[in-house]
């Protein structure tokens, strides 16, 4: 018997309009679940789609603060608690004007399965506010980051929600928030993670994500007995994932060509080799600047200004052979699919969160590529939190290398499940439907373990 799964998508929508990302997210997930709808006829019985798609809570909050020249200004946080069938809620906070629910809800949802995929006990979350952190002084990021934990902090702690870093926020503004959680708890907890390594952070959570997702990429790439060496590599973004994503690239023996920003992007035909990612690294991380500097030091490099990405995003328009978009959701349509396809590239992996549309999706599976969704290729990132989490609680923090070979069979590990999954219930090389039903399954049945609630 066939189950469709479509009344219930449908009645999601209706439920929630006008929040298209996260219809989006859903509808990528149901498609993969519907597959396997006969062979779990109990997750129809127990509602379990219904339940999924409702978050546990959602918390929407004035964060009100006072800009350097003594306005106030009033943004908008939000967490929302999507589920915590497996664990305490876990997901980043994003910073970014374009933040709403949702949004938040697309990130929240998809942080669901991700988390299950990395078989630690996380359940899934997400929050942020529409404050912008570019331009702002130090001071004025201090003074938000305090007003928004003042509400937060009632919200999370190490057992029942634990925050980390997304679009805009890094290692600064989790000092920030972390300080003003300590000091309205009056308790030392890693109720964050992304840390200091000096003040309970673990090594190697800023590298995780990148790194963990070129491991991937490297895995799925061996299924055709292939490797990075002399490949050409298109990235997009420049910040936390982007530069992780090169310097392990680099490290594998590939060529990087392209980083952008939401100013433009740099096409550098030489490749970008370890002294230039530095450049980057201090521009972004510290000088807080645009990627179009890179020209002005690199003037064999090409900059294209504010390309207008509406129609097609030339950055995917480059002869390569893979492609790991870094940056942010929706960020390759059709056009630019079939414009990565024509020039060759035979992997694209997802660094950032839903990066590609679902046409360009469907185009990828089509033409054979190998396509690595989001939800398996870049959790190594709250993997590593995860292990952060495992150091607080046990108070002993462990070495770089540990966590290194740790993220490393994190990854292996979600590769072969996501491959176990698809050979089983889809097709072979349909990593969207492996990760989705590996993800999927387990959450579902720790619902219906837990009875209805
Ligand atoms: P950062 O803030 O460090 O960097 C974001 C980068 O993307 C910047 O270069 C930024 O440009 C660019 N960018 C952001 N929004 C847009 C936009 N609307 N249009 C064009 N460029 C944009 O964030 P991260 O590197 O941490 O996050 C990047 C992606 O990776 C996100 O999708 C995030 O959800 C995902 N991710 C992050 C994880 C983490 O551990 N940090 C873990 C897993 C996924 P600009 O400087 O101009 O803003
Ligand atoms: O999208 C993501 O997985 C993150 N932003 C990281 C979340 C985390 O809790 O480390």
Redesign the pocket.
Known sequence: MFVSIEPILNSTVQKNPYEAEFHQAVTEVFRSIEKVMDSFPDFIYHKVLERMTEPERVVMFRVPWVDENEQLQINRGYRVEMSSAIGPY???L?FHPSVNLSIMKF?AF??VF??SLTSLS?GGG?GGSDFDPKGKSDLEVMRFCQSFMSELYRHIGETTD?????IGVGGREIGYLFGQYKRLKNQFTGAL??KGTGWGGSFL?PEA?GYGLVYFAARMLETREESFEGKTCLVSGSGNVAQFTVEKLLELGAKVVTLSDSSGYIFDGDGIDREKLEFVKELKNFRRGRIGEYKEKYPNAEYHHNPDVSEYNPLWNHAADCAFPCATQNEINLTDAQNLVNNGVQLVAEGA?MPTRIEGVDLFLEKGLLYAP?KAA??G??A???LEMAQNGSRIAWSRQKVDDELLKIMTRIHSMSVEHAERYSEAHNYVDGANIAGFIKVAQAMIDQGYV
């Open positions: 876990k997901g980043g994003r990130l998809e942080q991700k988390n996380l997400k634990v925050p980390a870093g997304d993670t992304g959570r994500t969160n989001a870049n959790a990132g709250v590593v939190s995860g």
